[in-house]
């Protein structure tokens, strides 16, 4: 059974690649990845809000950690919702699980996909660090590791989103539905269980409702400190989503 395992792993390498490469022949990842980085550079660097680092005077990025969740909300549901629901839209379905690999590699392979092209959007943005580190007075006074956290809360964040999103496009036949689902849903876990809980003040049920946020969690990442409860949180929070892709691709069995 270990042997079986370990040779359907380069098929599941084969399909992953195959989603990679899709996306990157496509203009829209291209445009997807662009629109990222204008948005977070206008705000960043242009635009004269709060949010301007070179109106702020302060060497941080800030700015980044806090406009790029928003812009996740669109941009993840818009690298995602192709996954399985153009499969599902041309029957090519049927044919993806006739090849020797488990519903789960299936989706995990989707899910890693769409995660790793999210990745390569955010790995440009370490120009936007290093001319942070280089306008400091002194140069390089920047919290190195609470920048370091909050990067990797947002790819925890990511990740959730990346989740989601993949079970939003197995769920339906067609992209722009994904892409709206997707988004609704995002926002509404991302935002909406604290929208929710200010209807509770001090009632217990609020600091429930806190806990069920993506936000509360990416805040408390964004601190720089890596506490476990968060850790387990996105976990948790991304195997659920997981999971409900791997249930809705298998009832396709049925």
């Not at 769920?171 to 539905?177: H, K, P």
């Not at 408390?220 to 997981?242: K, N």
């Amino acid at each position: 059974m270990a042997d079986s395992s370990f040779y359907l792993c380069p098929k599941m390498y084969a399909l992953f690649s195959k989603e990679v490469n899709s996306f990157l022949h496509s203009l829209i990842g291209y445009v997807v990845i662009t629109v990222f980085l204008l948005i977070i550079g206008l705000f960043m660097w242009v635009f004269p809000f709060d949010y301007n680092v070179l109106e702020n005077g302060y060497s941080s990025l800030e700015t980044l950690f806090t406009v790029a969740p928003w812009v996740f909300l669109f941009l993840v549901p818009a690298v995602t919702m192709r996954s399985f629901a153009e499969e599902n839209r041309s029957g090519t379905i049927e044919l993806l699980l006739t090849k020797p690999l488990s519903e789960l590699q299936i989706v995990m392979a989707k899910f890693l996909s769409g995660f790793v092209l999210v990745l390569l959007s955010l790995l440009p943005t370490l120009v936007y660090f290093l001319s942070v580190y280089l306008l400091g007075l002194p140069k390089g006074n920047i919290d190195i590791g609470g920048t370091m956290g909050s990067y990797i809360g947002l790819l925890f964040l990511a990740s959730a989103f990346a989740a989601i999103g993949t079970f939003c496009s197995a769920a339906t036949g067609n992209q722009i539905v994904s892409f709206i689902l997707a988004v609704f849903l995002s926002w509404f876990i991302f935002n909406g269980f604290d929208s929710i809980s200010s209807l509770f003040p001090g009632k217990g049920i609020d600091l429930l409702l806190m806990e069920l946020s993506i936000n509360t969690h990416y805040i408390s990442m964004s601190r720089g400190v890596i506490d476990s409860r968060d850790v387990i949180y996105f976990l948790s929070l991304i195997s659920i989503f997981i999971l409900s892709t791997r249930i809705v691709i298998e009832k396709r069995k049925w």
